[in-house]
């Protein structure tokens, strides 16, 4: 399935381990900055960060094939499935430098609508939920 979203990661030296490796804990960081940039693109200034946002639940990495500070590394990014209260982010490490783009690595993360004042979980807002739907067209099947 398409993912049509894209955040081009800056990798930095600090990022790297003793074999020259990025190291797999920056993963979960590039995992949050691809998904402000959905969100960002998606959700636009709809969200008052500050009364209603989110909360991440769950994360998952599989790491496939070692990324390097030389490689042009991508995280692309889309809604997997939307329920009430929660949607499901899948990620896809793509090394552009490289032929055929590989895939370094996938993930996910269950992110949980939350109001923050309040301190509980919320019905995802409408108007969220419809800009992803809109933006993620395979999504309308299974609301």
């Known amino acids: 399935?398409?993912?049509k979203h894209a955040a081009k990661i800056q990798l930095?030296?600090?990022d790297t381990d003793m074999l020259g490796h990025i190291n797999n804990a920056?993963?979960?960081?590039?995992?949050e900055v691809a998904?402000?940039?959905y969100l960002t693109e998606v959700l636009g200034d709809s969200v008052d960060w500050k009364r209603e946002g989110i909360i991440l639940?769950?994360?998952?990495v599989e790491y496939k094939i070692p990324v390097f500070?030389?490689?042009d590394l991508y995280v692309e990014i889309r809604v997997e499935q939307i329920s009430s209260k929660s949607f499901l982010i899948t990620y896809r490490f793509v090394k552009r430098n490289l032929p055929h783009h590989p895939v370094a690595a996938t993930g996910s993360t269950l992110m949980?609508?939350?109001?923050y004042a309040e301190n509980k979980s919320i019905v995802m807002p409408q108007a969220w939920r419809e800009r992803i739907v809109h933006y993620e067209p395979h999504l309308s099947a299974s609301i």
């Open 35 to 37: 998904r402000m940039s």
């Open 12 to 14: 930095r030296f600090v």
């Open 112 to 115: 949980v609508c939350y109001d």
């Open 1 to 3: 399935m398409e993912y």
């Open 57 to 60: 639940a769950k994360a998952e």
């Open 26 to 31: 920056y993963f979960l960081t590039y995992m």
């Open 69 to 71: 500070i030389e490689d």
